[in-house]
């Protein structure tokens, strides 16, 4: 039989836990807990830390005429429209398997000759290290899409905020569709008049939601872009299903369905209308249905009490009360996932950016790192640190669009009234 210590050096020879690091598919989360964000904004490898991106709108041109003996003409792809700079920075993570887990090591390895069930918690550790990489991406993705920052927060009181230029009409608060909350950076100007939001149990207390997705479109279709994707929460979700423009849609449709004596009866749909309803009334308006991402994070509470988790569409600086859409243009914008260990490919469409991963200080290549060694001293372990160097960015930003939903407070106004759908400072760090 073979000793903890001894397996952790087989699985440092065969770089097991720097392959999990490797393994491109953990991006996407698992079946259980699919991280979409990185279907928007996927993973790719970078030599440098610091550079700048064209930003791109990508365009594929009707060929021209041309003289039966004349060469033909270049055209090009794409079309730059500005530049992005890009800053990596760091993120890390380490755990260990102490004195108590490795335990339970030992007892796997004396009760399986072939080692396997040893090997199962050892995988299970790295990976899970590695996870909160990938979720911290996550998190990083949401952030960008949603606030067109990113947030660094690190120890000694780091901080730092770095700030997107995005489009001012590309982001607004739901229901106000004379004016465009994220145009102003003083969140005392431009309130919000009258009953102009989604909230309300009858049609003259609530606007239809689908005034906030035809400016969404019409600004699309003024791009050149054709509306290709929408996502939110489940709070969202809900809220249009209770909508009562969507509601009354759903009670004016007649069906016709057989009563005690077999005869058929002409009725109306009296029911709350449910998510394939509400999608119903969105595909026969010429939009796409809700994908609804209600996937959670965990973090460590800073007081007893508090929340042990996040929400990955409510990313950090998101005020209280405040959910968002997503809304996606269609961008001619493609990108495939090899995982040379199973020689797999993934094919990712309509991407809108990357989440640039960098190299870690001192390695070669760019990509996430795992380092690991044993304690023999008294707590025995196994100690594992984590790193990656990773910055998502958004590379068209014409074809996103964001709105802002905020809750109801006790007195029936939106908890945020005057709050800009983007709150960037007026002299923050831009990029």
């Known amino acids: 039989m073979i000793t903890w210590a001894e397996l952790h050096d087989i699985f440092l020879e065969n770089e097991i836990f720097q392959k999990i690091a490797d393994n491109p598919f953990l991006q996407f989360g698992t079946p259980n807990n699919q991280l979409l964000g990185a279907r928007i904004l996927p993973d790719e490898p970078t030599f440098l830390r610091y550079f700048e991106r064209d930003e791109m709108r990508y365009r594929i041109p009707v060929a021209l005429d041309t003289g039966r003996y004349s060469p033909p003409p270049m055209q090009g792809d794409s079309i730059m ?20 887990k490795l335990d339970q090591v030992t007892l796997a390895l004396k009760n399986d000759q072939h080692g396997t069930a040893g090997d199962s918690l050892l995988i299970d550790f790295g990976t899970n290290l590695v996870q909160r990489l990938v979720t911290k991406s996550e998190v990083m993705r949401w952030e960008v899409l949603l606030r067109f920052c990113s947030t660094r927060i690190g120890v000694n009181n780091y901080f730092e905020k770095i700030n997107f230029r995005y489009p001012l009409n590309n982001a607004w608060v739901a229901g106000q569709i004379d004016g465009n909350a994220s145009s102003v950076h003083n969140a005392t100007t431009n309130p919000r008049t009258g009953t102009n939001n989604w909230h309300g149990t009858e049609v003259s207390e609530a606007a239809d939601p689908l005034d906030d997705f035809y400016k969404a479109r019409d600004i699309l279709d003024s791009q050149g872009y054709q509306m290709q994707a929408i996502y939110t929460d489940r709070y969202v979700a809900k809220l249009l299903e209770r909508n009562p423009h969507i509601a009354e849609w759903a009670r004016s449709r007649i069906v016709i369905r057989p009563d005690i004596d077999s005869q058929n009866v002409v009725s ?17 308006n010429d939009f796409p249905v809700i994908n609804v991402y209600n996937q959670a994070y965990s973090i460590e509470p800073e007081n007893v009490g508090d929340p042990t988790f996040k929400f990955f569409m409510q990313p950090p600086g998101t005020p209280k ?26 094919t990712l469409e309509n991407v809108m950016g990357y989440n640039y991963v960098g190299i870690v200080a001192g390695r070669a290549s760019p990509g996430r790192v795992v380092y690991s060694e044993t304690r023999q001293r008294h707590p025995m372990g196994i100690y594992a640190e984590a790193i990656q160097s990773t910055q998502p960015v958004i590379l068209h930003k014409g074809a996103v669009i964001v709105i802002a939903v905020d809750e109801l407070g006790d007195e029936g106004e939106p908890v945020n009234l005057n709050l800009p759908a983007i709150a960037h400072e007026p002299n923050g760090n831009y990029r």
Do not use: C, K, M, W
């Open 321 to 346: 009360g405040r959910h968002y859409v997503l809304i996606l243009g269609r961008v001619d914008n493609t990108s495939e996932i090899y995982y040379e260990e199973e020689d797999e490919t993934i």
């Open 81 to 100: 429209i500005g530049q992005i700079r890009v800053s990596l920075s760091d993120q890390s993570t380490a755990d260990q398997l102490t004195a108590a």
């Open 268 to 284: 109306t749909l009296s029911r709350r209308p449910n998510r394939q309803q509400t999608n119903e009334y969105f595909l026969t």
